[in-house]
């Protein structure tokens, strides 16, 4: 019995548009199915922190996506991604790049999996530890040209368009990286239903923003799994959406469709000026933005809230960096600002998290996820200089809601 034929094998795409078969015998097209299928992201710990349910009275569980290798969720999407220009190009794929940041590494990371060339593009301000952990992925680091995030985007499309095996790698459009990241709900259900949740449903999940690849993921994963178990929609986990003034594309495209819900247009920032710089997305996604809304809206008219499914919280970088410090000394586990973002409304109980409850459920005690994002750009120096010039951060900073100031 023939049990495979090399019509079967994988084909991949030659620079000529042709076809050809690069995979020769059965181990080798196990191997390469493997490296194709295969996530390259790992399954992180969900831990119910006792200090963190403690100081706000619900059950706050820790995504910790800051275990995944090259430090962040990113590697989830992006890996899948890398996965995809794989299976078309085969192992001559070129990976392109542009990021500063937790992209890239996910990039390096997935290219060095695959056994792929990988160019990162970088802003001349990326700090030398990210480049040199880049480098040590084995990428190559372009890093003359570009002032901005903006900039190195334009030059590796460029890249990409003149190389016929090369591939551009976007931090957060793509749909394959915003599936990829939709594993993240899967997750989360599984280790819910082991910590007796019912449904393995939880009441909040709440997440940092930037472009939006990881809040649209969560959206396509909740949907997934509703489409499979309707109980696990009964009702639907509300999304909090955390950014930092000066990264926040995402909240300004959002007030500006709570004000005018007949309009879904993204808002573009003249300029990042925030901290947080893996944030730094001048325009957040449009699908993303387009995704939520639908998520947010509810089914029937619900005259409590104009979207009960979704709300966005924007506070300073000081808030941010604050509740670093905090989660290092709760946790011990150290996050990047842009993290931060997403575990502020545990610090501010009061001013953030008591009033993005669901409505009607104020008085429940809820089961509540942080996704703790992780990042790159953190070290023991610049938690301690949080400490320092923000402290608790809990008067004389901006925190906004869903487009009102708190």
Known sequence: MRLLSNSLLPRFENADNT??????????????????????????????????????????????????????????????????????????????????????????????????????????????SVIARLQSLGAHVENGEAEVLDDADAIARAMAAEDPVGVYVHPFADLSTALGHASIVQEIRDQLLDAGVKAGRPDIITCSVGGGGLLRGIIHGINGLIDEDPAFGSPKPKLIACQDFGAHSFGKSWEQWLADPEHEKVVRLDAITSQATSLGAKACSAAALSDAIAYARPRVSDPRAPAPYLSTVIVDDAVSGSACWQFDRDEALMVEMSCGAALAGIYLNERILKRVLPPGREGERLNIVVVVCGGSKVDRETLERYESDYGTADVGWRVRIDGRDV
């Open 19 to 128: 076809k050809a078969p690069l995979v020769t015998s059965l181990d080798s097209c196990l191997a390469v199915a493997d490296l194709i299928t295969k996530p390259l992201h790992v399954v992180t710990p969900l831990v119910l922190s006792t200090t963190l349910s403690a100081r706000t009275g619900h059950n706050i569980y820790l995504k910790l996506d800051a275990a995944q290798p090259a430090g962040s969720f990113k590697l989830r999407g992006i890996g899948r991604t890398c996965q995809e220009a794989y299976s078309i190009h085969g192992p001559r794929t070129h990976i392109i790049a542009a990021s500063g940041g937790n992209a890239g590494l996910a990039a390096a990371e997935s290219a060095k999996r695959l056994g792929l060339r990988c160019t990162v593009v970088v802003p001349k301000r990326t700090e030398t």
